[in-house]
Antibody, heavy 120, light 107 residues
């Protein structure tokens, strides 16, 4: 069974770039039709889908964040990462990585989540 | 974006009760509606996918129905471990949108 684990700094300064990594075990990010997503949860906005990556590096982003988001894969490490630039207080949230088995399928595996606080 | 409206936002019930949560999409999403359960400090956990399909390992007291714009999640014979927050999510169209959640509390 696939397992996901987020890692990265818990505090990011305003205007800087948030960088998180999701380590995947029990399955390859490069194989099959799996879609790998980032989802965040804040008190103010609930659960928000950030974007996804498909094997081969094809990405789709939430239009509300598209100008600031990049999701990339590191196949050698079986990881994928999130970069969110120009962060503000509104980006303080718990960030989850998650998997869907295909484009229209649900998120059936989730990481435990990592709290990222934007603070100077 | 498709808007997802869940109701009620909170609900009180007793062990053994049956409860129903509704989720309405602002446009037709076919069957592409999923339900998750979340407990404090934990990631959401998939319960039901494509409106009515039970995820593996989920007890049969959870049932989902609906198509198009109107969907329901019913939990029959509530157990103590069912008191949590429930979210719907549409997976038909990007950006994927979640409902605002229903907090199910013990009466």
């Amino acid at each position: 069974q696939v397992q996901l684990q987020e890692s990265g700094p818990g505090v990011v300064k305003p205007s800087q770039t948030l960088s998180l990594t999701c380590n995947v075990s029990g399955g390859s990010i490069s194989s099959g039709s799996n879609y790998w997503s980032w989802v965040r949860q804040s008190a103010g906005k609930g659960l928000e889908w950030i974007g996804r990556m498909y094997s081969g590096g094809i990405t789709k982003y939430n239009p509300s964040l598209e100008t600031r988001v990049t999701i990339v894969a590191d196949a050698a490490k079986n990881q994928f990462s999130l970069k969110l630039s120009s962060v503000t207080d509104a980006d303080t949230a718990v960030y989850y990585c998650a998997r869907a088995l295909s484009a229209a399928r649900p998120f059936d595996s989730w990481g435990q989540g990592i709290l990222v606080t934007v603070s100077s | 974006d498709i808007q997802m409206t869940q109701s009620p936002s909170s609900l009180s019930a007793s062990v053994g009760d049956s409860v129903t949560i509704t989720c309405r999409a602002s446009q037709n999403i076919g069957p592409y509606l999923n339900w998750y359960q979340q407990k404090p400090g934990r990631a959401p956990h998939l319960l039901i996918y494509t409106a009515s399909n039970l995820h593996r390992g989920v007890p049969s007291r959870f049932t989902g129905s609906g198509v198009g714009t109107d969907f329901t999640l019913t939990i029959s014979s509530l157990q103590p471990e069912d008191f949590a927050t429930y979210y719907c999510q549409q997976s038909d169209t990007i950006p994927y949108i979640f409902g605002q959640g229903t907090n199910l509390e013990i009466k």
